[in-house]
């Protein structure tokens, strides 16, 4: 299975095998991106983020949204709030 860039970058230990995206809000699995001019993006079509620098791992959103699920609907919108501070970033 490929690394994503953003797991070679930030080798931290792995929370889940999912990131939350910062400009769509929603759910995917770590080793899925779309690759636009040799950089890893969201894989949703409609999103402009970026799968190394716009990506969060799912447990570190949990952990302040303890009610989402710990799979999520692909596609599903889970609003995160950013006054509240993340931890494990
Ligand atoms: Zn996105």
Known sequence: MA????????????????FWCLHCQRTYERN??????GLQRCPYLDCDGDAVLD???WADIRDSHPE????????EVYP??????IIHL
């Open 3 to 18: 690394i994503s860039e953003r797991d070679r970058i930030f080798p931290h230990p792995l929370r889940s095998d999912l």
């Open 32 to 37: 899925k991106w779309r690759t636009i001019r």
């Open 55 to 57: 990506s969060i791992d």
């Open 68 to 75: 989402y699920p710990m799979k999520p609907v692909w596609g």
């Open 80 to 85: 995160f709030e950013f006054d509240r501070p």
